[in-house]
Antibody, heavy 117, light 107 residues
Framework: QVQLQESGPGLVKPSETLSLTCTVS????????WSWIRQPPGKGLEWIGY???????NYNPSLKSRVTISVDTSKNQFSLKLSSVTAADTAVYYC???????????WGQGTLVTVSS | DIQMTQSPSSLSASVGDRVTITCRAS??????LAWYQQKPGKVPKLLIY???TLQSGVPSRFSGSGSGTDFTLTISSLQPEDVATYYC?????????FGPGTKVDIK
């Protein structure tokens, strides 16, 4: 059973870069697609982007200019960087694993990131 | 980009009732449609993919149907543990947009 765990700062200052890492256990990072999804408090889900172990990526156009998703196969981890954050980026950030592109089979527990000075 | 809508935005039903949630895509997406359940304070969970394929371990009272632009999620007999918000998501092509959600509670 694939398990995912997000890690990273829970508080980021406006205009800075949000950085999160997801550690994958119970499965090989080369077996799935990997994604980030976020959910502002009390609101719905927003897909951020995905990466394959080869490094190929696809990002939500609404965030594309600010997002980078990368993978480290040696550590069984993948990461999210979101630059120039504002209060609107405050959300629970989930990392996720996908057997089929777009279908989210495995979810991390989520981590709340607050953007505030 | 393709937009996803859901109706109703919320509903209240009695235990044992049949509940139907509708999801509509602004353009055809074939059967590239998934449904997720998010219980209060919990992580979303995949219920259905390919519009009608039940994820392993999901109770058979959940079913999905539809193709093209119109889809439904049906709970054949609502149970107390089904209180949740339900999201549809299209995945025919990126961006993999979610619907706004339908909140289901018990009357």
């Amino acid at each position: 059973q694939v398990q995912l765990q997000e890690s990273g700062p829970g508080l980021v200052k406006p205009s800075e870069t949000l950085s999160l890492t997801c550690t994958v256990s119970g499965g090989s990072i080369s077996s799935y697609y990997w994604s980030w999804i976020r959910q502002p408090p009390g609101k719905g889900l927003e897909w951020i982007g995905y990466i394959y172990y080869s490094g190929s990526t696809n990002y939500n156009p609404s965030l594309k200019s600010r997002v980078t998703i990368s993978v480290d196969t040696s550590k069984n981890q993948f990461s999210l960087k979101l630059s120039s954050v504002t209060a609107a980026d405050t959300a629970v950030y989930y990392c996720a694993g996908l057997r089929i592109v777009g279908v989210i089979d495995y979810w991390g527990q989520g981590t709340l990131v607050t953007v505030s000075s | 980009d393709i937009q996803m809508t859901q109706s109703p935005s919320s509903l209240s039903a009695s235990v044992g009732d049949r509940v139907t949630i509708t999801c509509r895509a602004s353009q055809g997406i074939s059967n590239y449609l998934a449904w997720y359940q998010q219980k209060p304070g919990k992580v979303p969970k995949l219920l259905i993919y390919a519009a009608s394929t039940l994820q392993s371990g999901v109770p058979s009272r959940f079913s999905g149907s539809g193709s093209g632009t119109d889809f439904t999620l049906t709970i054949s007999s609502l149970q107390p543990e089904d209180v949740a918000t339900y999201y549809c998501q299209k995945y025919n092509s990126a961006p993999f947009t979610f619907g706004p959600g339908t909140k289901v509670d018990i009357k």
